[in-house]
């Protein structure tokens, strides 16, 4: 679901940015809010994003070659909010794309525009309307159509740019697939496989760390929350995460040039290099697909999971310690 660069317009990259932003001016004040009633939700915070950036190294396999990943974002809602969800996963998607390649700078609003915005907030609001009298069935709904809702965000996204960006040819600049081609192509995917993935997930992490049955009041969403038992997550899925490597294939929309011609044949399009792909901006990450030079690609694998958590540990705690003494 990460959008690379040059997929969308730069024009539909800054609309999603400015959209985005205003989440994230909110997300921050009412975090800080939260911070000074509960200073556990600092730690809180670097966990969760954690959590979700381990969540989408695993990758996992679906019919038609490509793969696929949870985020973790309605989880994450659920635990701590949907303002904090949307702060930690914009977090956890600002470090893949800054560090390791995975999704584009440009398209760094729209990712979170799809998946720290839409996608827990959704779900967060069939949580509410659901978890009175159904709590377990509440988490697993709401996961499942937040995860669909980011899907679907992000097919429209993508469907839309042949029809808005093209020559006078009527070639493509952007990501050439249709809204026929792109919304059955990611819809089929979450709604079968992806969707009940990150239900199960969902519910399975909310059974293991909540320490009732009760769901954790609004005003102090940590405090339900037992922190120890989300550390084990977290150690287990940063252990297991090479796990992640064996899925072969791309997901749908995150082909390079050479992929993107291929898989133009197989869908009977005209295989042309789109030219705002070609030459649009290139950025080279440091550890481009979670990957450390002169290192086993397992053992590299987990050491850029390590190296997440540490800059998340460190950035939370740095930013709202210091916010909050000065305020």
Request: charged content about 10%; glycine content about 8%.
């Amino acid at each position: 679901m990460h959008i690379p660069e040059n997929y969308l317009s730069p024009e539909t990259c800054g609309v999603m940015l400015a959209t985005a932003a205003p989440f994230w001016y909110f997300s921050i004040r009412k975090v800080e809010a939260q911070v000074s009633l509960h200073k556990e939700t600092i730690p809180m915070l670097g966990l969760s994003s954690s959590l979700s950036f381990l969540i989408m190294m695993f990758n996992l396999p679906v019919p038609g070659g490509t793969t696929a990943h949870a985020v973790g974002g309605v989880l994450l809602a659920i635990l701590m909010g949907p303002w904090a969800a949307c702060l930690s996963v914009s977090a956890a998607l600002f470090l893949q794309a800054l560090l390791f390649g995975d999704g584009g700078i440009l398209a760094f609003g729209a990712n979170c525009f799809t998946m720290a915005i839409v996608m827990p907030f959704v779900g967060y609001g069939v949580y509410q309307l659901v978890k009175k009298h159904w709590p377990k069935i509440g988490a697993f709904l709401a996961a499942y159509l937040g995860v669909n809702a980011a899907a679907f965000t992000t097919a429209v996204l993508l469907g839309i740019q042949p029809v808005l960006f093209h020559d006078a040819a009527n070639h493509p600049l952007y990501n050439p697939y249709p809204l026929a081609i792109t919304i059955p192509a990611m819809m089929s995917t979450h709604l079968l496989i992806i969707g009940f993935v990150e239900g199960f997930f969902t519910l399975g992490v909310l059974k293991f760390v909540k320490r009732t049955n009760e769901p954790a009041p609004l005003s102090a969403p940590v405090e339900g929350t037992n922190t120890q038992r989300l550390k084990y997550v977290l150690i287990t899925f940063l252990l297991l995460s090479p796990l992640g490597l064996l899925a072969s294939g791309t997901a749908f929309g995150e082909w390079d040039l050479q992929e993107l011609l291929q898989t133009l044949r197989d869908y009977h399009l005209p295989a042309n290099k789109p030219q705002g792909m070609v030459k649009g901006w290139s950025f080279h990450s440091l550890f481009t697909d979670y990957t450390i030079p002169g290192l086993p690609v397992g053992i590299g694998y987990i050491l850029c999971g390590v190296t997440a958590i540490l800059v998340f540990l460190f950035i939370y705690r740095v930013l709202f310690e210091r916010r909050n003494k000065h305020a």
